[in-house]
């Protein structure tokens, strides 16, 4: 689905280092969603916003943060990455008026 | 806060035959159940999902049943097909303007001809 963007798709990057990861979507969808995905843990909720002024924590938030820059966009933040935050990650969008979310292709993050 | 279980985690069928997965969630205010497929590589899509004002739900070879005395849900593939290989996510939540998940930990279905 082309409609929700993910940059970058794939990073290596240096335990400590200043990680951001951004999803855009063109879908005007006000609800947007992080999730990280790890081999036999499904996909865990970091952070949602339900509008650009609303941000909440999920499952598992510490370590992370994020910004809702405008509706279209939403970045997760490692703030000094570490290496057990390797992981697939998805960001997710949906309307106000389906419960549907669609996903981002995904970004690929190793911490060395 | 709701949390979700789903088995088995791993699950092979021959083609042609049925495959079950089943969930359970713990948060009785739950009310809407979905169901994620994701494919090698590629990211999860919904395949089918259910409110918990109905029991059942039907989408060709796929169908979802919900129990919310027991709090459990499960999908069933009819027909396999070698296509239909994948993992296979259950999530809980919330229906309507707050909608959050919580998904299960996926069961991986192998189909083989």
């Known amino acids: 689905d082309a409609d929700v963007t993910q940059t970058p798709r794939n990073r290596i990057t240096k335990t400590g280092k200043r990680i951001m990861l951004e999803c855009s979507q063109t879908?005007?969808?006000?609800?947007m969603y992080w999730y990280r995905q790890d081999p036999g843990l499904g996909l865990q909720l970091i952070y949602y916003?339900?509008?650009?002024?609303?941000?909440n924590k999920g499952e598992i938030s510490d370590g992370y943060s994020v910004s809702r820059q405008a509706q279209a966009k939403f970045s997760l933040s490692l703030e000094s990455a570490i290496p057990n935050q390797t992981a697939l990650y998805f960001c997710?969008?949906?309307?106000?008026?389906?419960?549907?979310?669609?996903f981002g292709p995904g970004t690929r993050l190793t911490v060395l | 806060g709701e949390n979700v279980e789903q088995h088995p985690s791993t699950l092979s069928v021959q083609e042609g035959d049925s495959a079950v997965i089943k969930c359970t969630y713990s948060?009785?205010?739950?009310?809407?159940f979905p169901w994620y497929k994701q494919e090698l590589g590629k990211r999860p899509q919904l395949i089918i999902d259910i409110r918990s004002n109905v029991g059942e739900k039907k989408d060709q070879r796929i169908a979802v049943t919900l129990n919310k005395t027991a709090k459990h849900f499960s999908l069933h593939i009819t027909e396999t097909q070698p296509e239909d290989s994948a993992v296979y996510f259950c999530?809980?939540?919330?229906?309507?303007?707050?909608?959050?998940?919580?998904f299960g930990a996926g069961t991986r279905l192998a189909v083989h001809p």
């Open positions: 916003s339900f509008d650009v002024k609303d941000i």
């Open positions: 999530a809980a939540g919330l229906s309507g303007g707050y909608n959050k998940l919580i």
């Open positions: 997710a969008t949906a309307p106000g008026s389906t419960d549907t979310q669609y």
């Open positions: 948060d009785s205010a739950s009310n809407y």
């Open positions: 879908k005007g969808h006000d609800r």
